[in-house]
């Protein structure tokens, strides 16, 4: 079966400091590797997503790092705010060669940032 | 202004109803995905469409239907069979190159006593 596994379950960060979250996957067809965010009462929201013929990714405060041979990616959150307060998801995407392409999520991370 | 819309936002029925969700997109994309959040498990997929008149289970499908006969629309319906059916459900949409792309309605929030 398909997984993605992710921790921690919730995260308390101090504002200013570096968020981190972290997944792995055992599926070697995963093609893309998104981050999703949501805020309570909302759907969630792509954030930042890296192939795997990447090691690193940067969009302004987040970043992520990819470790193919781990089979490891991890979500950084830099200078964390509290309006990054949200719950994380990481996921994988695979192209079924019958059955389409679809995501597979994380369990979530809920990251508060305290003031 | 472009997007998903999902309605209602809050639904409430009685054990052995069945419910439909409702899913719309003007976002001009052939994929469409419904998912249920649970607290501590992620997002699990239901139900997939990557065109019209077409869709797959997803890994959470018993208990469930649903029906893809126009582009924009991919309504869910929660039957009476689904045991556990007290949720939050979500659709998502994508292209079908772009499948870690999904844009994602409001959620519809159920509750089935």
């Known amino acids: 079966q398909q997984q993605v596994k992710q921790s921690p379950q919730s995260l308390i960060v101090q504002k200013g400091g570096i968020s981190i979250i972290n997944c792995a996957y055992e599926n070697t067809a995963f093609d893309y590797f998104p981050w999703y965010q949501q805020f309570p009462g909302k759907g969630p929201a792509l954030l930042i997503a890296i192939r795997p013929d990447v090691s690193e990714k940067k969009e302004g405060r987040f970043t992520i790092s990819f470790n193919k041979s781990a089979k490891q990616f991890s979500l950084h959150i830099m200078d964390s705010q509290p309006g990054d307060s949200a719950t994380y998801f990481c996921?994988?995407?695979?192209?079924?060669?019958?059955?389409?392409?679809?995501?597979?999520f994380g369990e979530g991370t809920q990251l508060t940032v305290n003031p | 202004d472009g997007g998903i819309t999902q309605s209602p936002k809050y639904l409430f029925r009685k054990e052995g109803q069945n419910v439909t969700l409702s899913c719309e997109q003007n976002?001009?994309?052939?994929?469409m995905y419904w998912y249920r959040q649970d607290p501590g498990q992620g997002l699990r997929l239901i139900y997939y469409?990557?065109?019209?008149?077409?869709?797959q289970k997803g890994d959470i499908a018993e208990g469930y239907s649903v029906s893809r006969e126009k582009k924009e629309s991919f309504p869910l319906t929660v039957t009476s069979a689904q045991k556990n059916p007290t949720a939050f459900y979500l659709c998502?949409?994508?292209?079908?190159?772009?499948?870690?792309?999904?844009?994602f309605g409001p959620g519809t929030r159920l509750t089935v006593t």
């Open positions: 469409s990557q065109i019209v008149n077409d869709f």
């Open positions: 998502a949409s994508s292209s079908p190159d772009r499948t870690y792309e999904q844009y």
């Open positions: 976002l001009n994309h052939d994929a």
């Open positions: 996921a994988a995407s695979t192209r079924g060669e019958t059955s389409g392409s679809r995501l597979t």
